[in-house]
């Protein structure tokens, strides 16, 4: 039956895809960021919180993109599901407050119904960030039922067994010497044609829209899937943030960690530029071989990469093939993008890189 639909409708919904595309245009993107921003500054509560932290005490996980699933074909979580549970164990015990930032369910291609029954022990995990009071949930294009439908909080109730806001944003200014620094987070679609327009228009894309092409699977044009989206929508969000000289941004959506504004490929080159100025032959052995590897996940390099501000970062995703995931800490005055991933049947996280918030507001 499915294979019919997808005959039947494979052009109409590429048609409609291309005509309602979400492919990211800075101006729009530049004026949603914007807005969401001022919101949050202006009336704290209703579109985003506003939670200010000590530099050397303020303790933060962020994940975004896990995707929950009902563990069948389509199902990217589920290879990840184990790396997920370690971390939010251990960033419980050690008092963390998780920032969920989005795509959290995948309410396209499931029901709530599927999500909520095979997905009992994440919610478990999140439910005792909650019992803390430190858990944040943030809504994505992907899960945007939580923003739009009026039973969303009667269902997120049932789930975690208390009330649970959902926010599309949430700011966190630290003071650094005599200047604050605002770590802006939110899911990353704004300004996205299909996810980001009027209520109708939302509520269109997550209850028929979206639910259509996760049953017919069918792909569209979007930064997840999409290399070229990737790196063009992460330009935009970059270019918007590198106006500011107090505001870092943090974002999900492209499932393509970036850390200082530049992507994994970006920071080899980078690298590789270090090595050879210092005449580091094995290092340079090593990057080339790893910028080979890495190459063809990235459609180009930004022009700009070795004089970019560090102020966009991307927590990439909990849902990779290999049920790797990565994330954001901020701890002890640091930043830093880390990988949990299976050795040897456990779970072991790893610091790909970090930089003292210090350093991030000086560069600024």
Known sequence: MRRFFQWLLLRPVMWGTKKFSSKPEQ????????????????????????????????????????????????????????????????????????????????LWENTLAQVKKFNTATFEAEKKFLERNAFIKIFGNHDLYWANDPLASFQLKGIYETDVKIYEGIILPVSIGDRTLNIFCTHGHQGDAQSDGNWFSKFFVARIWGPLQGYLRINPNTPAYNNEEKTLHNDIMYKWSAQFNDILLVTGHTHQPVFESLTLLEKLYWEMQVAKRDKNESNIKR??????????EFASVSVDYLTMKPSYFNSGCCCFSDGDITGLEIENGFIRLIKWKLESQSSTRTVLDEIQLQEVSRQL
Not at 45 to 51: D, L, V, Y
Not at 287 to 296: G, M, N, S, V, Y
């Open 287 to 296: 990057l080339a071989q790893e910028i080979k590897t890495r190459e063809k």
């Open 27 to 106: 101006d729009r993107i530049f004026k949603a960021l914007s807005k969401l921003y001022r919101n949050i500054i202006r009336e704290p509560g209703k579109k985003g919180i506003i939670i200010p932290f000590e530099l050397n005490s303020g303790k933060f996980i962020i994940f975004s993109d896990q995707h929950k699933g009902a563990r069948d074909g389509a199902d990217d979580f589920a290879n990840a599901e184990p790396n997920y549970l370690a971390a939010l164990d251990y960033y419980n015990q050690n008092s963390f407050t998780f920032i969920s930032l989005g795509d959290n369910e995948e």
